[in-house]
């Protein structure tokens, strides 16, 4: 069974950056794909990225791109979301998600991902 956990959100200023990690555990990490998504009071979940541990390809939102890295380490099973230059409207609550074989859905489709983690919050200040 696959489990995430994410971990480094946090309060930061306009401008700032974080890093978000997700450590997986169970499955194959190599064959997921893992995708970051994002949901503020009131709005539908949000896709921010996304990358295929396989062959280290990688998809970002228009919102985002330029702005915010992913990256994996395939030999700790672990997914990490670079974010620079924050802005408040990059406040939300940030979760990891994996989508598994055999199938695999839309990448920028939270439906098609398996597994959540629990999230993490991310708040920017003005």
């Known amino acids: 069974q696959v489990q995430l956990v994410e971990s480094g959100g946090g309060l930061v200023q306009y401008g700032a950056s974080l890093r978000l990690s997700c450590a997986t555990s169970g499955g194959t990490f190599i064959k997921f794909t893992m995708g970051w998504f994002r949901q503020a009071p009131g709005k539908e979940r949000e896709f921010v990225a996304a990358t295929r541990c396989d062959d280290g390809s990688v998809y970002y939102s228009d919102s985002v791109k330029g702005r915010f890295i992913i990256s994996t380490d395939n030999a700790k099973k672990i997914v990490y979301l670079q974010m620079n230059s924050l802005t408040p409207e990059d406040s939300a609550v940030y979760y990891c998600?994996?989508?598994?074989?055999?199938?695999?859905?839309?990448?920028?489709?939270?439906?098609?991902?398996?597994?959540w983690g629990q999230g993490t919050q991310v708040t920017v200040s003005s």
């Open positions: 998600a994996a989508d598994e074989p055999p199938t695999y859905g839309n990448i920028r489709r939270w439906q098609s991902y398996d597994t």
